[in-house]
C-alpha cells in the first residue's frame, strides 16, 4: 500500500469538506481524485452520468493506491460505520473495532 502523509489527509479532508461531503483520494504522487457529494454528505446533484465517471475515478485511485476489497468503493463508503468490524473512521480517529484499540493515522 502506497503511503500517505499528513498533509495529504489533511488536503483531502479540506476538499470534502469545501464540497459539503464526498470522497477524496490522495496517494502519494498522484493528483487528488474527488467525487463531491453535497446533498447530505452523501449524495450528488449531478448527472448520473458524471457520478458514474467519478465513483469510476475513485475506484480507480484507491486500487492504485493499494486498496485490495473486492469493492473498493462500497468498502470506503463504510469506513464510517464503527458498528462493523475491522478499521472504521470516527470523530476521535482510526478504531480497530473487533479489538477497540486505536490505530495511528499516519504511519511512519
Same mark, same amino acid.
Given at each position: 500500500?502506497? =503511503?500517505?502523509?499528513? =498533509?495529504?489527509?489533511?488536503? =483531502?479532508?479540506?476538499? !470534502? @469538506? =469545501?464540497?459539503?461531503?464526498? @470522497?477524496? !483520494? @490522495?496517494?502519494?504522487?498522484?493528483? #487528488? !481524485?474527488?467525487? #463531491?457529494? #453535497? !446533498?447530505a454528505g452523501v449524495l450528488s446533484d449531478r448527472p448520473a452520468e458524471e457520478v458514474s465517471h467519478g465513483a469510476a475515478a475513485i475506484r480507480e485511485a484507491l486500487h492504485r493506491w493499494g486498496w485490495v476489497r473486492r469493492n473498493a468503493f462500497m468498502s470506503i463508503s463504510t469506513m464510517t460505520l464503527p458498528v462493523s468490524p475491522q478499521v472504521k473512521l470516527t470523530d476521535p480517529g482510526l478504531v480497530r473495532v473487533v479489538d477497540r484499540a486505536w490505530e495511528p493515522a499516519v504511519l511512519t
Open positions: 500500500m502506497t =503511503a500517505t502523509t499528513a =498533509a495529504a489527509l489533511r488536503e =483531502a479532508a479540506n476538499r !470534502v @469538506i =469545501a464540497s459539503d461531503g464526498g @470522497i477524496c !483520494v @490522495i496517494a502519494a504522487g498522484d493528483q #487528488p !481524485v474527488h467525487l #463531491p457529494l #453535497p !446533498v
